[in-house]
């Protein structure tokens, strides 16, 4: 299965780091707390999630990863100010890898450069953010443009976890070797 990078800094949104967490491990997925200092201790906005910073931003690259979410809340206001998380994330989109953002978290997107001619949504007070980095923003639950993933709030979390997943499957699906060797035909035993 996967490695997915969640990138979470203090006042993270507590259900949009819950939801999609769980929902990915569930799959079989790992899910690893990327933050700005490996061991320090996170709370969210709501101070009903703790977690525990397992990587630092600057300490890993994207090819580690398959896939990165970035819930909202205060946290992407600050991470987007790190030059490391705005790397991993540019890196990411770059590489075609799903990013993943709900709520305050396409505020990484435009760190990173990765929404102009895109179709977006978001907490309607990024909507002007978005549109200004070249953005067309759409309000859905959930928006899928190309490796890019949208969502605007809590209530979008089922929606936005199941566009993830999707994703990933397509993402593996593509990396599976076809059937009967590398051009089709039947491998020879000698």
């Known amino acids: ?28 997925h790992e899910v690893v707390i990327v933050g700005l200092e490996q061991g320090r201790k996170l709370e969210g906005k709501q101070k009903k999630e703790k977690v525990t910073v397992e990587r630092a931003a600057k300490d890993v690259r994207a090819e580690e990863f398959a896939a990165l979410v970035v819930p909202g809340g205060y946290s992407p206001d600050h991470l987007r100010t790190s030059l490391d998380m705005v790397r991993l994330t540019r890196d990411m989109f770059v590489a075609g890898k799903p990013v993943a953002a709900v709520c305050h978290g396409p505020w990484m997107l435009v760190e990173a450069d990765a929404i102009d001619g895109r ?10 953010d978005l549109i200004n980095a070249g953005a067309r ?46 051009h089709g035909e039947t491998p020879t035993m000698h």
């Open 1 to 28: 299965m996967a490695r997915i990078a969640f990138i979470v800094d203090d006042m993270f949104e507590d259900s949009e780091l819950r939801v999609p967490y769980d929902r990915l491990r569930e799959a079989g």
């Open 119 to 128: 179709t977006v949504t978001s907490w309607p007070s990024l909507k002007t």
């Open 137 to 182: 923003w759409v309000d859905r639950e959930v928006v899928e443009d190309g490796n890019l993933i949208t969502s605007r709030n809590p209530g979008d979390l089922a929606a936005f976890s199941a566009a993830i997943l999707r994703q990933l499957d397509r993402t593996a699906e593509a990396r599976r070797p076809a059937a009967g060797g590398e």
